[in-house]
């Protein structure tokens, strides 16, 4: 059975503008990917724009989009929030393997387009997008960049997508802290922000489980409860994908009450919403589904049936001398039984399968570990550029 899991996981890593004067904040409703839902409302000062709903059976809630205007007269984008890239693009008029259901960047029909001369690759976790570089105008409600410097991509090559309905998404918005992870040393929404100091405070705030919000420039305090933990910003790492990115020391994991306790120290944990899963080292993922139960012998997935989720135990991180408790119901995710491939069965029958995944080693050894988007669901969270650090809160109800 362990050569079994061992192989089951080698297959699993294979697959692996103009403001006003004074300075403002955006608070705006996030949609997920997943079943459809009511048209949502972005608020900002006072000003409204209606989003789109969004469709999905594979994402279950766990890759987030935002709706954003380019150039003049706008043009209007759904793109997925990427928290730790820098680089943004959106899908070229003049891109031929992109999709044809429209949200493509027409840089001629802007009377702000400028192009730059550069053109290059940038890279994501599942995607890669090659194409020119300009700049034009970006909107998020009220909040705009004038000259933003964007990747208007004519190529777009999806390796292993986290959405099976990436025809409905335009392209990615990077909020990353640092231009490092970027071939084309670009900046991310965020840095230009607070380059061009638009922002009140130079943060983004998220809460990604319902009522879903993504804020700029300010927290909302009716979001979380208690002391935020705060986690001071590291730079150390290993992969070029992570340079630049939020992450922050990671010390330990413990399993509940069971006698599974870890050491984390020398590795760094790095922070994804474009991603959905927590990666772990491969000999520790194993152990952890062994002891808490999962099947990963008669499915892709490693799966527990849902109503197990009542005895099981918390998993508890800590991060820079914090410890940061995942229930069962936030360490696995429901999917249907369509989705895991059993198409014999029911298609509206569910089952819960792990959302702890292994990482491959590099080099010999594994440097960091990746907490992704069912990790970041479970907190409120707070990312400050000025003062370097993360914050994580409770969710209040």
């Given at each position: 059975m362990l050569k079994a899991a061992i192989l089951w996981c080698v297959g699993i890593v294979l697959l692996s503008y103009c403001l006003d004067s004074h300075a403002a904040s955006l608070r705006?409703?996030?949609h997920p990917l997943t079943r459809p839902v009511p048209g949502a409302r972005i608020v900002g000062n006072g000003?409204?724009?209606?989003?789109?709903?969004?469709?999905t059976l594979f994402t279950f809630q766990l890759v987030y989009t935002v709706a954003v205007d380019i150039g003049t007269p706008p043009q209007r984008f759904q793109v997925v929030l990427d928290l730790s890239s820098p680089d943004t693009f959106v899908n070229s008029v003049d891109c031929v393997p992109c999709s044809p259901k429209g949200g493509s960047y027409n840089a001629s029909a802007s009377s702000t387009s400028c192009a730059t001369g550069l053109s290059g690759t940038v890279e994501y976790m599942w995607i890669?997008?090659?194409?020119?570089?300009?700049k034009d105008v970006l909107r998020l409600d009220n909040i705009a960049l004038p000259a933003y410097s964007f990747v208007d991509a004519t190529e777009v090559d999806v390796r292993?997508?986290?959405?099976d309905d990436w025809h409905l998404v335009h392209g990615v918005l990077g909020m990353a802290p640092s231009s490092a992870g970027s071939k084309l040393r670009l900046p991310s929404v965020l840095m230009t922000l607070a380059a061009d100091g638009v922002l009140d405070h130079n943060l983004l705030a998220l809460r990604l489980r319902e009522p879903r919000e993504m804020s700029?420039?300010?927290?909302?305090?009716?979001?979380?409860?208690g002391d935020v933990a705060w986690l001071p910003l590291t730079h150390h790492t290993s992969r070029h994908w992570l340079n630049g990115t939020w992450q922050a020391k990671a010390v330990s994991l413990i399993v509940g009450s069971t006698h599974l306790h870890y050491s984390l120290e020398g590795l760094t944990a790095s922070f994804h919403t474009e991603y959905q899963y927590i990666l772990l080292p491969a000999l520790m993922v194993l152990e952890i589904w062994h002891v808490l139960g999962f099947n990963i012998i008669d499915s892709f997935f490693p799966t527990v049936p849902c109503d197990q989720r009542a005895v099981l135990p918390d998993i508890t991180l800590n991060l820079a001398g914090h410890n940061l408790t995942l229930s069962p119901y936030d360490y696995t995710i429901e999917w249907g039984g369509?989705?895991?491939?059993?198409?014999?069965?029911?298609?509206?029958?569910?089952?819960?399968?792990?959302?702890?995944?292994?990482?491959?080693?590099q080099d010999g050894e594994v440097v960091e570990i990746y907490l992704g988007s069912v990790f970041l669901k479970a907190f409120y969270s707070v990312w400050d550029l000025d003062a370097s650090k993360i914050g994580l809160?409770?969710?209040s109800n």
């Open positions: 705006s409703t996030l000003h409204h724009a209606d989003q789109q709903p969004l469709s890669k997008s090659t194409g020119r570089v300009v292993v997508a986290p959405v700029l420039g300010a927290v909302n305090p009716a979001l979380f409860v369509e989705v895991m491939g059993d198409t014999d069965e029911d298609p509206q029958s569910i089952t819960c399968t792990s959302a702890i995944m292994p990482i491959s080693p809160a409770t969710l």
